[in-house]
T-cell receptor, first 114, second 112 residues
């Protein structure tokens, strides 16, 4: 089975802190994604990566950055956390091909910024 | 860009009743369509997917969805729900090499 592991289930951080959310997948997938999930808004794509050191902005990249130094790991960085970044963050991965393959999700990290 | 509309934010239903969760997408070209389920305090799991071929696809736990190209719909149905089906359901569309676009989700609430 594909396993996508997010390092923390729950995090509480202070406004202005630099926050790192880590995601690791064990299936040698090329593509990795970060979404945030908010009630009534569904999942919104923050950033994705289709290869090591490659990244693309999603729909809501403002206030976030990402790092992909190794194929299995994709990190989401909140440069200066703000209360409006309180949310559930979901990491996902999928193979580069075939194009029809679904994405596999981690358990999520619920981040609270106080 | 493609988009996904889930018409109901919440669907309450009694146990053993049938249910339909509606999903419409906007795209004029071939797409891949997915339904994901999220149980409380968990990540998303794939429920079923439509890639090509038969327009009716089924999951292992009794759900089915029908791809209707003329109505650009991919509604999810189950003839008899269980309490354990209580979860949030997300419809998603993927076109070509692009990423998944999700709907806002439908919360299915099954009561005894």
């Amino acid at each position: 089975d594909v396993k996508v592991t997010q390092s923390s289930r729950y995090l509480v951080k202070r406004t202005g802190e630099k926050v790192f959310l880590e995601c690791v997948q064990d299936m040698d997938h090329e593509n990795m994604f970060w979404y945030r999930q908010d009630p009534g808004l569904g999942l919104r794509l923050i950033y994705f990566s289709y290869d090591v050191k490659m990244k693309e902005k999603g729909d809501i990249p403002e206030g976030y950055s990402v790092s992909r130094e190794k194929k299995e790991r994709f990190s989401l960085i909140l440069e200066s956390a703000s209360t409006n970044q309180t949310s559930m963050y979901l990491c996902a991965s999928r193979p580069g091909t075939p194009l029809s393959t679904e994405a596999f999700f981690g358990q999520g990290t619920r981040l609270t910024v106080v | 860009a493609q988009s996904v509309t889930q018409l109901d934010s919440q669907v309450p239903v009694f146990e053993e009743a049938p249910v339909e969760l509606r999903c419409n997408y906007s795209s004029s070209v071939s797409v891949y369509l997915f339904w994901y389920v999220q149980y409380p305090n968990q990540g998303l799991q794939l429920l079923l997917k439509y890639l090509s071929g038969s327009t009716l696809v089924e999951s292992i736990n009794g759900f089915e969805a029908e791809f209707n190209k003329s109505q650009t719909s991919f509604h999810l149905r189950k003839p008899s729900v269980h309490i354990s089906d209580t979860a949030e359901y997300f419809c998603a569309v993927k076109k070509g090499y692009s990423t998944l676009t999700f709907g806002k989700g439908t919360m299915l609430l099954v009561s005894p």
